[in-house]
């Protein structure tokens, strides 16, 4: 499938496909795509499964910085960036390194970070039932860099409010003050 691909659209561009620095590119093309859009695979049940209910803890938790890369689902190019996510513990708190798989479940699939932002936030309210959470994205889109406006050095900042955050200004003021740092 992706040879045929990669044939027609050197035929379209005017390339030849089966010059020497060519001939495996529709191989690695297919491993390519299957690795950065593997999200499909996987669903955020697959995350949370080690939760601790024996830590009385019902203070804000924050991971901050979370790298992440999607696929530009309008021009199927890459954006990336980080994301820090905040919440506040009902009964069950998650594992940090949980907040990254989370995140990569959503980003390697074709996407809007408007998407990833909401499927990210709602999931994590699904799956621990806090008392509440917020997460800030910022990504550098390359189809807004390298084509189009091409505005190299902007990137787009996306938010997500739910529960005690969205409830209490002081409590979203807080969780911002902790990702400037």
Not at 1 to 27: A, S, V, W, Y
Not at 53 to 76: A, G, R
Not at 88 to 98: K, N, S, V
């Amino acid at each position: 499938m992706f040879e045929d691909f990669f044939e027609n659209l050197c035929q379209i561009i005017g390339e030849n496909p089966q010059r020497e620095g060519l001939q495996n590119t529709p191989k690695r093309l297919e491993s390519s795509y299957f690795e950065l859009l593997s999200g499909y695979q996987k669903t955020p049940k697959d995350v949370f499964l080690s939760t601790f209910c024996d830590i009385p803890y019902d203070e804000m938790i924050v991971v901050k910085h979370i790298d992440f890369y999607s696929m530009c689902e309008h021009h199927l190019l890459p954006f990336f960036g980080h994301i820090s996510i905040g919440y506040i513990p009902r009964e069950r708190i998650a594992g940090i390194g949980d907040f990254a798989k989370l995140v990569e479940i959503f980003a390697r699939r074709m996407q809007t970070q408007e998407n990833l932002t909401y499927q990210i936030i709602e999931s994590l309210m699904e799956e621990l039932n806090p008392k509440g959470a917020m997460l800030v994205c910022e990504a550098t889109h390359l189809c807004m860099a390298m084509r189009g406006v091409e505005k190299k050095s902007s990137s787009l900042l996306t938010s997500a409010v739910r529960g005690i955050f969205k409830e209490s200004s002081k409590t979203r003021s807080e969780f911002l003050e902790h990702i400037k740092k």
